[in-house]
């Protein structure tokens, strides 16, 4: 029902924000793996904080959820080894360390997340909604699919809401005065006049002939630049789900049956189009604030039993502000997304009634039912085909699933013999070509089936590898068949390269040889059109450049904004860009940019830049904060 703090939270989410909830939260509701990750499942921990412990299992629940995340946003063929590593579990155990601590600094804080909170929310999560609605079937499914009932996943909810309130609460507490905006626009408007004449290393007259015995020496200096990566090639058998054919086609009893046991999936619950009028009370309250605040309910019943229009006397009164703008409209609600009151009083409604005033967490509420509709369902010939295909798909499912632990027996039979394995399982084996940890073909070109190849078990003992399975319906089995060292590649290979880069060197060093000279001409007092003169170019005149100037080079604009202001006289500078390229400079005028020409709608943006940049500053110092005062303890040893 507020909506208007659910907006808040969403431009929060933002900056130093989304950091904070990516990060530290490690988004919680990503819905594949998602458990009951606040409690641990054994009585060691990883990590306790005060009295709070965090399991292995948590950990590893987080890092599970982590990877979903990445394959969600970049695909399924991303390589993730990098969240195996020691250090990413280790960065992991300490963002749960800070989740807890924010939730736990948000008890004592005492915020309390009321249920419309937490029904709200609930409902916005668009892995809940269909076509930008919240579908109650979906949120159930999902849910029961992870395990998790629907207390226990708004319990959840709740749990993290709180935690995230202290993060909006830092938010808040920044403010960035006019001064500081004015500074920064000075800044960022600033504009630089210069002149300039750019160098480069080819235009060096060098030696381009280079001996067999100048080359073979540079060869043997630099000969770990010019390696082959060590290659390998396996013995794999594969599974796929989509070679594997179904038992039969299914009959109409064994549709029938499916119907019966999913006859709650066709089932459209009863549902109400609702509307409510709040009269809030604070967490507390007395006997006094209770009887006036139920005495203000009823008067605002009787306003509407009396002829005023609900959606006006809504508007006017009450005190939800996220639905009163739209005069008490809630939209339609199902059962089990409300306050438990709320509810039964909603459901004992008849369309257009409206109820006696129902005391829930936030205060008292005046329901109207403007619409009410039945539960209704599906007749099976609806779905039949949807069934079927089920049927189809989830007995090919089931003979891949037996496959692949057949195969597993095996290898476990097996375990330095995958043609033995394959022989026991009548799979085919089939052997690859030669693959680098960094490049592949075919099934070879997916990352993880890489560096599961090069793994330390299967690349140095030679054992059969554990079942990788790429996809729902896709497993692979690898043994090492060849592996080939890296070695230096042929002189004859890299011949090429090795003379470009002689060559490249040798202009770097006649580049330098020059600017050593025209350092001394300008030290001398030579201007910078005398020098640019004898080079035989032209100087570059830049006026009023802008730090984001798209017009000149990006890199010579980058070093004109870090030379200081010139003095009573400009002076010459010589920058390095890289090892074949040099610029003379000379800057001869610096003007700061006037505020007063920034419009206020721009200005609020650059309050807000600043505020998100100091923001992030105020949570990590808020952090360290409660690390200081908190009881930490930490067992890296037991790191999943």
Known sequence: MMKTMLQVIREKMSGWVLFLIVGILIIPFAFLGIGDYFSSSVSTYVAKVADDEISADRV????????????????????????????????????????????????????????????????????????????????????????MTPKGFQAEQAREIATREISIHLADSVGISDAEVNAYLRLREQQRS???????????????SISDDALAAFYEEHKSEYMRPERMSVDY??????????????????????????????????RTLTAHILVSLPSGADAEAERAALEKAQSLRQRVTDGEAFDAVAREASDDPGSAEQGGDLGWIEAGLTDPAFEDALFALEAGAISEPVRGGDGYHIIQAREVEAERGKAFEEVR??????????????????????????????????????????LPMQKSELFTAEQGESLFSDPRVRSAAFAGPIKER???????????????????????????????????ALRARIVAQR???????????????????????????????????????????????ARVVSEVFKLARPGESS??????????????????????????????????????????????????????????????????????
Do not use: C
């Open 60 to 147: 590893r629940e987080a890092l599970t959820r982590q990877r979903q995340q990445y394959r969600q946003t970049f695909g399924e063929e991303m390589d993730l080894s990098f969240l195996s590593t020691p250090e990413a579990k280790r960065r992991m155990l300490d963002q749960l360390v800070d989740q807890t601590l924010l939730f736990q600094d948000s008890q004592r804080a005492g915020i309390i997340v009321p249920p419309e909170r937490v029904r709200l929310d609930t409902a916005s999560i668009p892995a809940f909604q269909v076509a930008g609605q919240f579908d109650s079937d979906l949120y159930a499914r999902i849910l029961a699919a992870n395990g």
């Open 194 to 208: 210069f002149d300039y004449v750019l160098l480069s290393g080819a235009d060096e007259l060098v030696d381009e």
């Open 237 to 270: 058998v594969e599974i796929l789900g989509d070679t594997l054919v179904a038992d039969t086609e299914p009959t109409e009893a064994d549709l029938n049956q499916l119907y019966e046991d999913q006859r709650m999936r066709y089932v459209q619950p009863a």
């Open 385 to 426: 085909e949807e069934l079927r295909t089920e049927w189809i798909a989830d007995r090919r499912y089931k003979v891949f699933n037996d496959r692949a632990g057949e195969l597993l027996s095996a290898v476990n039979a097996y375990p330095r013999s995958l043609e033995s394995a394959a022989a026991r399982v009548d």
């Open 462 to 496: 030679g054992v059969v590898s554990d079942p990788l399975q790429l996809s729902d319906e896709h497993v692979v089995v690898l043994q090492r068949a060849q592996l080939v060292e890296a070695e230096p590649q042929p002189i004859e290979e890299v011949a090429d």
């Open 507 to 553: 202009r770097a060093e006649a580049l330098k040889t020059r600017a050593a000279g025209l350092q001394a001409k300008l030290d001398g007092g030579s201007s910078l059109t005398e020098v640019a003169t004898e080079l035989g170019k032209e100087v570059v005149s830049v006026e009023n450049a802008l730090r984001s100037s798209g017009a000149q080079d």
């Open 571 to 640: 002076k010459v500078e010589l920058v390095e860009l890289d090892e074949l390229e040099l610029v003379l400079v000379e800057l001869r005028q610096v003007s700061d940019g006037d505020p007063g020409n920034v419009d206020s709608a721009t200005r609020e943006q650059v309050r807000e830049q600043l505020a998100r940049h100091w923001s992030s500053s105020e949570a990590a110092g808020y952090l360290e904060f409660l690390r200081a005062r908190t009881a930490i303890q930490i067992n890296e040893a037991r790191l999943p």
